[in-house]
């Protein structure tokens, strides 16, 4: 698990964005970022500096660049 602030976050994610190297994005029950890559791996983040609808406009706005969102 990475900690990180939520520009550090989007900064980090920018490149795997624009691919289809992300398979899906959530949110877990503790509130952390979790991105599972096609490749298998799967990195998680805790974004310290701000709250959970951030989050999932965060989540809102990767669905419509076309990533799956899950549950």
Known sequence: MKTCSLNNFLEAVKPWIDSDYIRDAHLD????????FVDGV???????????????????????KGIKITE
Request: aromatic letters at 10%.
């Open 29 to 36: 029950a503790d509130g952390k970022f979790v991105l599972n």
């Open 42 to 64: 799967k990195n998680v983040y805790r974004i310290d500096d701000c709250n959970k609808a951030q989050l999932e406009a965060v989540l809102e706005d990767f669905k419509e």
